[in-house]
């Protein structure tokens, strides 16, 4: 099956300073990535979605100039969490959408990013 | 608006004993929904897709367009099938709130 990559896996950052978080699909081309977040014990909350070429569009609550989106090409789409906070602490994951139209989400295995 | 909601948090059955995690959702359109699966330390990953009609690891689920529902069911669980499910709802994949599966020996 297809494979999504996150990077990385586990980050620590100081309060203020900003993360990048990448999301790549290794082995296929995908137009649209989606980006999460997971709170413990939790579901899955949309964040926005991201699309290759164009602005990423973001759920409602979710703030854009905080959670930067660049889907630059066709198999990279990053997150960058702008002045972290200890309340931006969570695990992020991505997924790709499957390009042959099923709707198939693959998944990345998540970033656990730790703001202290 | 589109909703996916899956009412039980935890749902703890024995081994052997039959398995329904329920689902129900909430779209004007036509659904496309999936079930997904997050097994113990490993990535979501898809397990059945209602159009393509297929049974996974033992798992059915059927649309019932009526009960806007999309429960998934296994007679038999298995140790192995202890998880976390999530049913989604394709329009952005809306994802309900997960249930917990716990299979006890």
């Known amino acids: 099956g297809a494979v999504v990559s996150q990077h990385p896996s586990r980050v620590i950052c100081k309060s203020g300073t900003s993360v990048k978080i990448e999301c790549r699909s290794l082995d296929f081309q995908a137009t649209t990535m989606f980006w999460y977040r997971q709170f413990p014990k939790k579901s899955l909350m949309l964040m926005a979605t991201s699309n290759e070429g164009s602005k990423a569009t973001y759920e409602q609550g979710v703030e854009k100039d905080k959670f930067l989106i660049n889907h630059a090409s066709l198999t990279l789409s990053t997150l960058t969490v702008t002045s972290a906070h200890p309340e931006d602490s969570s695990f992020y994951i991505c997924s790709a959408l499957a390009g042959d139209n099923t709707g198939e989400l693959f998944f990345g295995e998540g970033s656990r990013l730790t703001v202290l | 608006a589109q909703r996916v909601t899956q009412p039980e948090k935890l749902l703890s059955v024995f081994k052997g004993a039959p398995v329904e995690l329920k689902c129900n959702y909430s779209y004007s359109g036509s659904p496309e929904l999936f079930w997904y699966v997050q097994y113990s330390r490993q990535r979501l990953q898809l397990l059945l897709r209602h159009i393509s009609r297929e049974s996974i690891k033992g798992f059915t689920a059927d649309l019932n367009k009526g009960e806007t529902s999309f429960h998934l069911k296994k007679p038999f669980a298995q140790e192995e099938d202890s998880a976390m499910y999530y049913c989604?709802?394709?329009?952005?994949?809306?994802f309900g709130a997960g249930t917990i599966l716990r299979v006890k020996s």
């Open positions: 989604a709802l394709r329009y952005k994949l809306v």
